[in-house]
Nanobody, 114 residues
Framework: QVQLVESGGGLVQPGGSLRLSCAAS????????MAWYRQAPGKQRDLVAT??????TNYADSVKGRFTISRDSWNSMYLQMNSLKPEDTAVYYC?????????WGQGTQVTVSS
């Protein structure tokens, strides 16, 4: 069993930056394909960025050039978010998949507002 815990969310002004972290307990993430999703109020949960076990990354068009996904060699994943916009406001979720197993974190709120 794997528990994923996000941290690093908060309130930031437009143009600002935040760094989200996702930490795993119970098992390392080395063999997991990982991703960040986000869900704004009243909207569906959308994919933001992915990183494979081998380190290949992919981004939603809306965040390309502003967000960077990364991971360490054991149990953590990150999302560096720069040039934040009000439309980035959402709850951000960490996701991990390996084989047929999929895990979600509880989410961390990101609010971009002046």
């Amino acid at each position: 069993q794997v528990q994923l815990v996000e941290s690093g969310g908060g309130l930031v002004q437009p143009g600002g930056s935040l760094r989200l972290s996702c930490a795993a307990s119970g098992r390392g993430l080395r063999l997991f394909n990982m991703a960040w999703y986000r869900q704004a109020p009243g909207k569906q949960r959308d994919l933001v960025a992915t990183i494979t076990a081998g380190g290949i990354t992919n981004y939603a068009d809306s965040v390309k050039g502003r967000f960077t996904i990364s991971r360490d060699s054991w149990n953590s994943m990150y999302l560096q978010m720069n040039s934040l916009k009000p439309e980035d406001t959402a709850v951000y979720y960490c996701n991990g998949i390996t084989g047929t197993d999929q895990y979600w974190g509880q989410g961390t709120q990101v609010t971009v507002s002046s």
